[in-house]
């Protein structure tokens, strides 16, 4: 499903052909050759810890998490999933790595699951607030509790304007809404971060950089002191960052929003150490971010060529998509390919035609 219920929407363009390239020079730089395992820390910058933790998912089965000194204290930012997986890694790291030592505080970069799953579980262990963004904070409780808009029944009908069969969309409608599986509870009240706000952690400043279009309001942490950058989903250095269009704005423009976002985040320094959630810690930042632009570029021009007749969204599937795509990943490339096909359609290079039934579909202008 989409990320409106799963929240776990991070990469679906990764198997298309702009990621299938040779490595070269503009690649990411690892600092390390190998992940962390789970249940241990290692340390990757003064006072910053790294941990892993599983997804369950065959396209992506970790996140990355990170722990901040604080005198005898840390903070958490980001928490994996809400599952007892998860929780016993946790538990292993309480023993092990940060045994005797107390959270006090849990930043979280977004909503979806697999960042926030444990929110709820953490805060009450340790007695601490959650530091968000409003719009994370209130998008977690409305996907949650499935209100207003965030019913997945206005994401069917959203896909089936748009052209996605009878069938796929009855498969969808018999899965749950998987946050409320993964995320269980959540806190009530929050801490909020805005854009730009500087949160100290033991003696660093962490500046907030806002960034939109792949979730509400998602915060990336930056300290110019250690030149490192928290990027959550932001910037990730093997696969691209889902960006979709939702049912709470089925006209909205997400695409512009990212490409706006990154040239904020490409404005740090080009040897910034990056923190992603999925893949290993690199530098490399500006090209990195320069790579992702040119994908969807790449995936941009391939639409209005192949928009010359007029296409449903669904019809653009396999243009964006070359493999088969399961239920679950066919949601998140419906929002995915209409936020492609909205930027065309803001840039005055596709139109939108609305026929009689009501079935939308986009022709090059
Ligand atoms: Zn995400």
């Not at 890694?89 to 023993?95: A, E, K, L, R, V």
Request: one cysteine or more; glycine letters at 8%.
């Amino acid at each position: 499903m989409t990320s409106m219920q799963s929240g776990t929407n991070t990469a679906t363009m990764a198997g298309s052909s702009g990621e299938k390239r040779p490595a070269s020079d503009n690649s990411p730089r690892y600092i390390v050759d190998k992940a962390v395992a789970p249940g241990l820390t290692q340390e990757v910058a003064p006072g910053v810890h790294w941990l892993r933790m599983p997804l369950p998912f065959p396209a992506l089965d970790h996140i990355n998490l990170w722990l901040l000194d604080e005198g005898d204290d840390f903070v958490i930012v980001d928490t994996g999933m809400g599952d007892d997986q998860t929780k016993a890694i946790w538990n292993q790291i309480f023993s092990g790595p940060m045994a005797g030592r107390h959270a006090n505080r849990v930043i979280c970069t977004h909503y979806h699951n697999d960042h926030a799953g444990l929110v709820g579980w953490l805060t009450e262990r340790f007695n601490v607030e959650l530091w968000m963004s409003q719009g994370e904070f209130y998008a977690s409780h409305s996907v949650y509790s499935e209100v207003a808009s965030h019913q997945p029944s206005r994401m069917y009908d959203m896909y089936r304007v748009n052209g996605l069969s009878d069938t796929i969309l009855e498969q969808m409608l018999e899965r749950r809404n998987s946050y409320r599986v993964n995320v269980r509870h959540f806190p009530p009240s929050f801490r909020r971060l805005l854009d730009g706000d500087t949160v100290r952690v033991g003696g660093n400043d962490w500046k907030i950089i806002a960034g939109y279009g792949h979730s509400p309001e998602h915060s990336a942490l930056y300290c110019e002191e250690l030149g490192v950058l928290i990027a959550g989903d932001m910037v990730l250095p093997r696969i691209t960052t889902n960006v979709s269009v939702q049912a709470t704005e089925p006209n909205g423009n997400p695409l512009d929003l990212w490409f706006r976002s990154l040239e904020r985040h490409a404005q740090l320094p080009p040897e910034t150490l990056v923190l992603p959630s999925h893949g290993l810690p690199f530098r490399g930042l500006r090209d990195r971010l320069a790579f992702i632009r040119k994908h969807h570029e790449e995936r941009l021009e391939e639409l209005v060529a192949f928009c010359s007749t007029p296409k449903t969204t669904a019809q653009v599937l396999p243009t964006l998509f070359h493999r088969e795509l399961d239920v679950h990943q066919t949601g998140i490339a419906m929002g995915e390919a209409l936020a492609h096909l909205h930027y065309l359609m803001y840039e005055g290079r596709l139109r939108r035609e609305v026929d009689r039934e009501g079935f939308i579909r986009f022709v090059a202008a």
